[in-house]
């Protein structure tokens, strides 16, 4: 039963570029979450999604952010015209029903933004 | 709203000995779940343990155990017989039962160095 699967690991983009963050949640798990790490910060969080809904999204940037959790295939976190200060790590994770019992994460994806 | 406190950004063990690390949360929730993350260099976010703050009883698993303090809102971990592969970021993490929002927040972790 493969984990949760996050693509690419690393991904590089020239400022104004768009980058596309795909997240394939563990199998029978129908709740994701994304989480963005800064450097030497902890986890915040950005948005929580189910099948074809968002949930939460109080931890998104209003502008140049948005996510998707469609009905078929994964979870798409999409950054528009990406700056510097885009960089860092994004995480996905998944839960079965909530997150009361802990998330399982993907390994992420490190942005970075020249 | 509900914030978590590590207030050691780094810590170090010497190899076969026990290390403690802090957390402290704040919260006016009555229930609600704790957990310690661990993230080893290669960045994948692994749960060590999770307690439920209706349980008095402290959650254990294998060499990690937690002191909860409810009241005090204090979250330790401890780790015995540590080994090089504890080496990592730790962070504490909350969840509330009722919120309504179904997301973890973290607190900012700490850094473990094993000593050998």
């Known amino acids: 039963n493969a984990g949760v699967m996050q693509n690419p690991r690393h991904l590089v983009r020239r400022r104004g570029q768009e980058a596309r963050l795909r997240c394939s949640p563990m199998?029978?798990?129908?709740?994701v979450y994304w989480y963005r790490q800064l450097p030497e910060e902890g986890l915040k969080f950005m948005v929580y999604l189910q099948k074809e809904n968002i949930i939460d999204e109080s931890g998104m940037p209003k502008e140049r952010f948005s996510a998707e959790f469609p009905k078929e295939g994964p979870s798409i976190l999409r950054i528009q015209q990406v700056v510097r200060g885009d960089s860092a790590a994004y995480f996905c994770?998944?839960?079965?029903?909530?997150?009361?019992?802990?998330?399982?994460f993907g390994s992420g994806t490190r942005l970075t933004v020249v | 709203a509900q914030t978590v406190t590590q207030s050691q950004p780094e810590m170090s063990v010497q190899e076969a000995e026990t290390v403690t690390l802090s957390c402290t949360y704040d919260?006016?929730?009555?229930?609600?779940?704790l957990f310690w993350y661990k993230q080893p260099p290669s960045r994948q976010m692994i749960l060590v343990i999770r307690q439920e703050a209706y349980k008095q009883q402290n959650a254990t698993e294998n060499r990690f155990s937690v002191n909860f303090q409810k009241a005090a809102k204090s979250f330790s971990l401890k780790i015995s017989d540590s080994q090089l592969g504890d080496a990592a970021m730790y962070f504490c993490a909350y969840r509330g039962v009722k919120t309504s929002y179904d997301k973890v927040i973290f607190g900012p972790g700490t850094s473990l160095s094993v000593i050998p």
């Open positions: 199998k029978g798990h129908s709740h």
């Open positions: 994770a998944s839960s079965y029903r909530s997150a009361l019992y802990g998330y399982t």
């Open positions: 919260t006016s929730e009555s229930d609600y779940y």
